[in-house]
């Protein structure tokens, strides 16, 4: 399998932000940095189960933290 641009955690996190309803560019804007943009197209991946389908969401205390 190909090394993933982002990370487990993130994957969980991008889920946990996804299932309270958030946009693919506000949360895009939690994740992009300088030397590795998040595309919209990453977060719809995750959306549908194509990425990092293994991958749990993360719990709401984490997602607050």
Known sequence: MP???ITDEEIGLIK???HRG???RDIQFYFNRQDRP???GR???IRSG???PEV???TDAELDA
Request: net charge positive; proline share 5%.
């Open 50 to 52: 194509d990425y990092g």
């Open 56 to 58: 749990p969401e993360a």
């Open 38 to 40: 998040v595309n919209s």
């Open 3 to 5: 090394r993933r641009s």
């Open 43 to 45: 977060i719809t991946g």
């Open 22 to 24: 958030m946009r693919n």
């Open 16 to 18: 946990a932000m996804l």
